[in-house]
């Protein structure tokens, strides 16, 4: 198990930027896929982006792309979701998550993002 620790969430307009970070403790960070998923009020938790150990492979949901960029540190055990061009619609919890098979089996507790338009 691996414990995570999202911040960096806040408010901010429409246009605007954010930096959201998630500090990982436990096993070892490089061994893990890292992930940011959101979850806007009524809606279903939704994939935002990912990033393998060694950084080499990342993916974006189409929603984010060109605007969000996902890194991480391995040194540092953190991973970071770099938000710019905020829209209305970015409007969510932001989680970050590990997984070291298939599946997503390590949760942060979730940041809140809230951009005003």
């Known amino acids: 198990q691996v414990q995570l620790v999202e911040s960096g969430g806040g408010l901010v307009q429409a246009g605007g930027s954010l930096r959201l970070s998630c500090a990982a403790s436990?096993?070892?960070?490089?061994?893990?896929?890292m992930g940011w998923f959101r979850q806007a009020p009524g809606k279903e938790r939704a994939f935002v982006a990912s990033i393998s150990w060694s950084g080499r492979s990342i993916l974006y949901a189409d929603s984010v792309k060109g605007r969000f960029t996902i890194s991480r540190d391995n040194a540092k055990s953190t991973v970071f979701l770099q938000m710019s061009s905020l829209k209305a619609d970015d409007t969510a919890v932001y989680y970050c998550?590990?997984?070291?098979?298939?599946?997503?089996?390590?949760w942060g507790q979730g940041t809140q993002v809230t951009v005003s338009s």
């Open positions: 436990g096993r070892p960070f490089s061994s893990y896929t």
């Open positions: 998550a590990a997984r070291a098979g298939t599946e997503y089996d390590n």
